[in-house]
């Protein structure tokens, strides 16, 4: 089983900043790419920001700038630094992992979620 586990959101005024963090577990034999997705009420989920193992991280255009993506491939974690926030970031903020398992199965796994919430 694999299980992704995220931490940091709360409430922040608008122009503060959080940092979120996302930890993979379980039967993981490597990590293809691991992201950040976000889902206010009344729309669609969408992505925040995605790191690709070896490649270009890519960013909505609404967070270019100010957020930031990053991993720890050692720790089988994924960090989201967010600066400069809008009421409009508020949201939950899903973590998602695209990995091996260790029977070498790929599969696609999401984070329970954690709120963040940007007061004006």
């Known amino acids: 089983q694999v299980q992704l586990v995220e931490s940091g959101g709360g409430l922040v005024q608008a122009g503060g900043s959080l940092r979120l963090s996302c930890v993979a577990s379980?039967?993981?034999?490597?990590?293809?790419?691991m992201g950040w997705y976000r889902q206010a009420p009344g729309k669609q989920r969408e992505l925040v920001a995605r790191?690709?193992?070896?490649?270009?991280?890519n960013y909505a255009d609404s967070v270019k700038g100010r957020f930031t993506i990053s991993r720890d491939n050692a720790k089988n974690t994924v960090y989201l630094q967010m600066n400069s926030l809008k009421p409009e970031d508020t949201a939950v903020y899903y973590c998602n992992a695209d990995l091996l398992s260790l029977n070498l199965r790929r599969g696609n796994y999401w984070g329970q979620g954690t709120q963040v919430t940007v007061s004006s």
């Open positions: 379980g039967s993981i034999a490597g990590i293809l790419a």
């Open positions: 790191a690709p193992g070896g490649g270009t991280s």
